[in-house]
C-alpha cells in the first residue's frame, strides 16, 4: 500500500518534539535521519536546480541568432531571450510561431488572448522597426492544407538565414514544454546551439525546494512551498535593460514581414450578420495594450491604489483598490521581475520595510501566489484537465447544461453573480472575490464540473493563464491542493464586497431602481412593488433566481462527493482527509501520498461505497432548480416558487451584515459632516 505522509495529527505535541521552526529554517539545516532499513541508501538533501549561466557561458555558434518570441514574453525591456542575442551575435532574427492548434482544447484560439497577442506583437514590431530598423517574423498556417508545426517553422526559418544558434524564454504549460523537447531534439540533430531563460516567473518552479522543505519540516505542500521561496538563497534576479543594438540580417526587413503580425487575431465570421467577431469593440476600448500603457498603468497604481491595496481589493465596486495588470503580466506586456524590483522601491520610498511588503495581504504576495500555481502545473501536468485529488476521479457533475448557460450569460436571478459575469463578458476582467463568488456558485451551488468554468474563464479573460486558472478553479472545484473553506454566498457575499450596490447598478441596470439593500435579492420585494414602483418583473425583465433553497443545492452537490470517495480505494483516504500524489522528488520523500486540507464536514471515512440517491433526490426537489425556456427566447425562470431560502446559520450572518453595515454607514456621515464642516470653516 502506499505510504502517506501522516500530518494534521497534535501539530502542536509533533512541533514540540521536533523543535523545528519554519520561519528559521533554510534548505538542508535539518540533518536526515538514520533510516529503519540500515541497506537502504540514504537519500542526500542537496540544491533542486543547477546554478543560472551567466551571460559569459551562454553557448553560440555562428553570427546570426533566432529569438523566439512566445505569448508569456511579449516584450523587448527585461527579455533575457532578446537581450543575450542581441549582445553575443552579429544578426538577430526575432520569430513568433503562432499554430494554435498544437495546445490542444486549451488553445488561444478566437479567445480574448489571441486579439491581445496580436496588439502586443504590433507594439514589438513597431518598437524594433523603430529602434533598431529590425522586424518581428510572424509564422503561421497561411496555405490551406500545408499544416507546419512550431518546431519545423522554426528549422525552416534557422536554415533559410543560415542561423544556427536559437535563444528563446522558457514555458511551463504542458504544450509549451512539449515544444521545447521537440526544439532540442532539432537543434541536437542539426548541430544548432540553444538557450532557455526565465522571463516569466520570480522563481522557476525547479528553484523552489519543495521536497525538502516537505521532508524536512513535514508540513503540507502549501507551507513548504512559500516557506522554500523566501528561504531559498537564490534571490530574484536582477531585470535586464533594453540592448542597445539588435541589427537584422540582409533583406529580412520587408513590409510582408512587417505585416506578418496580422495573421494572429483573425476571427471566425458571425452566423448571423457574416461579420468577423471580434473583441477588439468590446475589451480593447478598455485597456492599452502595448509596453508603454502597462507601464503607465503600473505607475498609475503605485500612485493612487497602492496604499489602500491591502484593505480595499476585496472590493468590487469602483472604491476597488486592485492593479488590473494580469492581462500584461498573462501575455507579457510587463516583466513581474521588474514589477516586484519597483515595488520594493515604492515600499522603501514610503518608509516601510521589505516585511511589509511581504505581509500575506500585500500586492508582492499575490505575485509569489502566481509563481505558486506555476509551481503545481509544472509538476502535475494533469492539473487543468482532471481532478488532482485521486478519490474524486469518479465524481458525478450535473448534466443541466441550461443552467450553465445562464450563469455564463450573467441570468441566474441573483445580481451579483449576474454583474460580475456581464462584466466578464464585456471587459474581460473580473475582481478576485467576484470570481470566487461565481467560482463557488457554478459548482457547489448548481452542481457543474468547474473544467466548465475553467473553459469559459479561458475563452473569455484577458488574464487567461492556464496555470493560474487551473489552480483557481481545482480549488473552487474542492478537488485541488487546498479546498475552499471560506462562505461566498452570493447575497451575504455580495453586501460584503459591494456595500453601496454601484457594481450591481452598473452591470445589472434591471435592478438599478430598487433600494440598495434590495438590489442583492430583488424577490424579497412583493411582485406588486416591484411592478408598480421599479417597473421590475420576475421572470420577463429579470429572471427568476435560478435555485431557491442554496443550502439544499450545496447539500447535493455534499452527496455526490461523499459516494465518490466511498468509492475510492481506502488509501485515498487517510483518517478521513483526502490526499494528493506528492510532488516529484527524486527520491527525497519517501511517500508517495500527502495529505490535503479537507472540510471538517467531509472528513468521513467508508467501509465500502454508499449510494445516497434518496438523498440527492430529497435535496433536488428542496433545492428547486428553474430551467425553462420561452419560446421568444431565455429571458428567465418561470417556477412560482421564487424566494430564495436561508438557514438558520445564514440569517445569523446575515444579521451581523446588517450591524456591519449599519456602523459603515454611521462612520460614513460622521465623516461628511466633519468634512462638511471643515470646508465650511474654510469658506469663512
Known amino acids: 500500500m502506499p505510504r502517506i505522509h501522516g500530518r494534521h495529527v497534535d501539530r502542536d505535541k509533533n512541533k ?141 526559418v534557422m536554415a533559410c538565414y543560415g542561423a544556427q544558434s536559437i535563444y528563446f524564454n522558457r514555458g511551463y504549460e504542458p504544450s509549451m514544454i512539449g515544444e521545447e523537447n521537440q526544439l532540442k531534439q532539432a537543434c541536437d540533430q542539426n548541430g544548432w546551439v540553444y538557450e532557455g531563460f526565465n522571463a516569466q516567473l520570480l522563481k522557476e518552479p525547479d528553484e523552489v525546494p519543495v521536497a525538502i522543505c516537505m521532508k524536512e519540516l513535514r508540513c503540507s505542500i502549501h507551507a513548504a512551498f512559500f516557506t522554500s521561496w523566501y528561504k531559498t538563497e537564490k534571490p530574484v534576479r536582477k531585470p535586464l535593460p533594453l540592448p542597445g543594438r539588435c541589427p537584422p540580417p540582409l533583406d529580412f526587413v520587408s513590409q510582408s514581414v512587417r505585416q506578418s503580425y496580422k495573421h494572429v487575431g483573425k476571427m471566425p465570421l458571425s452566423k448571423k450578420t457574416g461579420k468577423p467577431l471580434t473583441w477588439d469593440d468590446k475589451v480593447l476600448k478598455y485597456y492599452d495594450v502595448s509596453e508603454e ?171 487567461a493563464d492556464l496555470a493560474i486558472n487551473s489552480m483557481m478553479w481545482q480549488n473552487a472545484g474542492l478537488t485541488g491542493v487546498s479546498q475552499w473553506g471560506f462562505e461566498f454566498h452570493p447575497i451575504l457575499k455580495a453586501r460584503d464586497v459591494d456595500p453601496n450596490g454601484t457594481y450591481i447598478e452598473k452591470w445589472c441596470p434591471e435592478v438599478a431602481k430598487l433600494p440598495t439593500h434590495r438590489r442583492y435579492s430583488p424577490w424579497e420585494v412583493s411582485p406588486k412593488v416591484l411592478k408598480r414602483q421599479y ?33 475510492a480505494p481506502k488509501y485515498m483516504c487517510h483518517g478521513g482527509y483526502d490526499v494528493v500524489p506528492v510532488p516529484p522528488n527524486n527520491g527525497i520523500l519517501s511517500y508517495q501520498f500527502v495529505k490535503v486540507s479537507t472540510r471538517g464536514g467531509w472528513r468521513r471515512q467508508f467501509s465500502g461505497p454508499v449510494d445516497l440517491a434518496a438523498e440527492k433526490a430529497q435535496y433536488m426537489g428542496e433545492a428547486g432548480f428553474h430551467n425553462s425556456y420561452k419560446q421568444s427566447g431565455r429571458v428567465g425562470f418561470t417556477n412560482a416558487k421564487v424566494r430564495a431560502k436561508y438557514s438558520t446559520s445564514l440569517l445569523n450572518q446575515k444579521q451581523d451584515l446588517k450591524r456591519k453595515n449599519r456602523k459603515r454607514e454611521k462612520r460614513e456621515r460622521s465623516e461628511n459632516k466633519l468634512m462638511n464642516r471643515l470646508m465650511k470653516e474654510c469658506r469663512v
Request: overall charge positive; aromatic content about 12%; glycine content about 4%.
Open 16 to 156: 514540540r518534539k521536533n523543535q523545528i521552526d519554519r520561519y528559521n529554517w533554510t534548505p538542508g539545516s535539518v540533518p536526515d535521519k538514520q533510516p529503519r532499513n540500515q541497506n537502504k541508501q540514504q537519500t542526500k538533501t542537496a540544491a533542486p536546480s543547477q546554478a543560472a549561466k551567466g551571460p559569459d557561458s551562454l553557448k553560440v555558434k555562428g553570427d546570426t541568432c533566432v529569438v523566439w518570441f512566445r505569448i508569456g514574453h511579449l516584450r523587448l525591456r527585461d527579455n533575457p531571450a532578446f537581450f543575450y542575442a542581441s549582445r553575443k551575435f552579429k544578426h538577430v532574427i526575432p520569430i513568433f510561431c503562432w499554430f494554435p492548434e498544437e495546445q490542444g482544447q486549451w488553445t488561444y484560439k478566437d479567445t480574448v488572448i489571441e486579439v491581445w497577442s496580436r496588439e502586443s506583437l504590433k507594439d514589438i514590431e513597431n518598437q524594433l522597426h523603430s529602434r533598431y530598423r529590425n522586424s518581428l517574423l510572424v509564422v503561421a498556417n497561411e496555405i490551406e492544407g500545408v499544416d507546419l508545426t512550431t518546431v519545423e517553422a522554426i528549422s525552416n
Open 293 to 463: 500603457g502597462a507601464w503607465n498603468a503600473l505607475e498609475s497604481f503605485l500612485e493612487e491604489k497602492m496604499q489602500g491595496y491591502s484593505n480595499s481589493r476585496r472590493r468590487t465596486d469602483d472604491k476597488r483598490q486592485v492593479s488590473i495588470l494580469s492581462g500584461y503580466y498573462r501575455v507579457g506586456n510587463l516583466s513581474v521581475v521588474e514589477v516586484y524590483y519597483k515595488v520594493l522601491k515604492h515600499y522603501r520610498r514610503t518608509n516601510k520595510t521589505e516585511d511589509d511588503a511581504h505581509d500575506k495581504n500585500s500586492y508582492l504576495r499575490r505575485l509569489v501566489w502566481r509563481d505558486y500555481a506555476y509551481w503545481q502545473l509544472f509538476n502535475y501536468p494533469h492539473l487543468c484537465d482532471e481532478n488532482l485529488r485521486p478519490n474524486m476521479q469518479n465524481l458525478k457533475w450535473s448534466k443541466d447544461y441550461t443552467t450553465l448557460q445562464a450563469w455564463k450569460d450573467g441570468k441566474t436571478g441573483y445580481p451579483l453573480v449576474d454583474a460580475a459575469m456581464r462584466e466578464l463578458w464585456e471587459t474581460g476582467y473580473m475582481q478576485q472575490n467576484a470570481r470566487m463568488i461565481v467560482a463557488q456558485f457554478l459548482v457547489e451551488i448548481l452542481g457543474h464540473h468547474w473544467i466548465e468554468g475553467a473553459k469559459w474563464f479561458h475563452f473569455t479573460l484577458i488574464d
Open 535 to 567: 417597473g421590475l418583473v420576475l421572470g420577463e425583465t429579470y429572471p427568476h433566481p435560478i435555485v431557491t433553497n442554496i443550502e439544499a443545492a450545496k447539500q447535493l452537490t455534499a452527496c455526490r462527493f461523499m459516494e465518490a470517495k466511498s468509492r
